[in-house]
């Protein structure tokens, strides 16, 4: 069995989405033929809240090494995990690699600032390495062209790391081709060197199963007291406002055309904030304010552990699913929503490879729009109407050889397959 050192600056009990790649991945991967060895950084001094329930979904004997890390405390020079851990991660994969008890390097990010480790081990020990994007690294987010502004910073900072980061990687992964697709084309040389697979972030139904097992109550609205709860759980993102603005547009024209259906239909947005655990940090109740539907939207800013999330979407009537303007965007929240057993209402971009997944398995609706078209208030809100009366859904009746197709171990197997090429391809180039 060949052994894979996964870098990840989170790991459970981290509560960040970006964590549960690595955890996944570490489930299935002996399966496949690979040993993993999870690198990350040290759970004691993560900035974010804990989620201890997390640390009962990793798989039982996969080993983790926590890398030594820089402290905020006393004083925050940094807040970045990939920043404060690259130094430990770097000694401790020296020290494997010195040993031989690693075949693979793959980092997954974000944080972006850890993805350069690997390349300094290649270069040292001549092991194979790749990099995982959970999202793009170079991105134009607003506000880049504003000098010396963080963003303009940022941006200028990636321009010049990742070009030497991923030089020489052997494999290159990501949550779908329009998350890899522009480094490619910045860096041919990698485009015709590496291996290049993509895989989503997978369903994992046994985390369901510790939800229900634990039979919480959800805290944030009442199961069953005759309005119909549906949901957002996430972060938003700079290019999704405009999509929540069209959502929430739609719900305008809802609450005028359809005033008794609107008085029982509660939206409750939780993680939505500035900060994810700042309890003031809304972002969305002043835009539901605007529209005139304070009354309907409820936001809890500050994000929640993963399984009380899990635990409230399938406590909910609905799950919505708003993503971004963006094409290569696949939310990985999603996942979460189908296995809730509720229905999903979701607003994506046509190009997205989420709008296949919930319509192939029968999972809800979808509204599609482009960069610069957005659905029409009137369609929004007719689709909330047929959606909220709509009695026919049966989670029984969903494509489950759909879900298996999407499922965290079928990810697992294609990162597998993927590794394999990649090591044989490093070996045949050094022979």
């Not at 957005?374 to 109407?385: F, K």
């Amino acid at each position: 069995m060949k052994r894979l050192a996964l870098v990840s600056g989170h790991f459970a009990p981290s509560n960040l989405v970006g964590a549960q790649r690595a955890r996944l991945w570490s489930r299935h991967l002996p399966e496949f033929g690979w040993e993993p060895i999870v690198v990350a950084g040290d759970p004691a001094l993560y900035e974010e809240l804990p989620d201890t329930d997390l640390e009962r979904l990793v798989a039982p004997g996969i080993r983790v090494i926590h890398a030594p890390t820089m402290s905020t405390r006393p004083v925050r020079l940094v807040g970045d995990i990939g920043v404060r851990a690259f130094r430990g991660c770097y000694r401790v994969l020296a020290e494997l690699s010195a040993r031989r008890a690693i075949d693979f390097v793959l980092i997954t990010i974000p944080s972006n600032f850890l993805a350069p480790v690997g390349r300094l081990i290649h270069r040292r020990y001549g092991l194979p390495f790749g990099i995982d994007y959970q999202d793009p690294w170079i991105n134009r987010w607003p506000g880049i062209d504003v000098p010396f502004s963080r963003a303009w910073g940022s941006y200028r900072l990636a321009s010049m790391l990742e070009p030497w980061a991923v030089q020489g990687a052997s494999l290159i992964t990501g949550m779908a081709p329009g998350y890899v697709a522009g480094m490619l084309q910045r860096n041919p040389r990698v485009a015709e060197n590496a291996v290049v697979a993509c895989m989503p972030m997978g369903i994992a139904p046994e985390d369901y199963g510790l939800v229900r097992s634990l039979d919480r109550p959800p805290f944030l609205f009442q199961p069953r007291d005759g309005h119909f709860h549906m949901i957002y759980a996430g972060a938003l993102l700079p290019q999704g406002v405009v999509v929540l603005d069209s959502f929430l547009a739609g719900l305008s024209v809802l609450k005028a055309r359809a005033p008794d259906l609107a008085a029982r239909l509660k939206v409750h947005f939780v993680g939505t904030g500035s900060s994810p655990d700042d309890p003031a940090g809304h972002q969305v109740r002043s835009r539901a304010e605007r529209a005139g539907v304070a009354d309907i939207v409820d936001e809890h800013p500050q994000r929640i552990g993963y399984v009380d999330t899990l635990n409230h979407l399938g406590r909910s009537d609905a799950v919505l699913v708003l993503g971004s303007t963006e094409t290569h965007y696949t939310p990985s929240k999603v996942f979460q929503a189908v296995l809730s057993r509720r229905p999903v209402f979701a607003m994506l971009h046509g190009d997205s490879t989420a709008v296949d997944m919930v319509r192939s398995m029968r999972a809800g609706r979808v509204l599609t729009l482009t960069e610069g078209s957005l659905p029409a208030p009137d369609r929004v809100a007719e689709g909330l109407r047929s959606f909220v009366d709509d009695e026919t859904y049966d989670a029984d009746s969903i494509d489950h050889a759909a879900i298996d197709a999407f499922s965290a171990r079928a990810s697992t197997r294609t990162l597998a397959a993927a590794l394999d090429l990649a090591c044989e391809r490093a070996a045949a180039g050094q022979s």
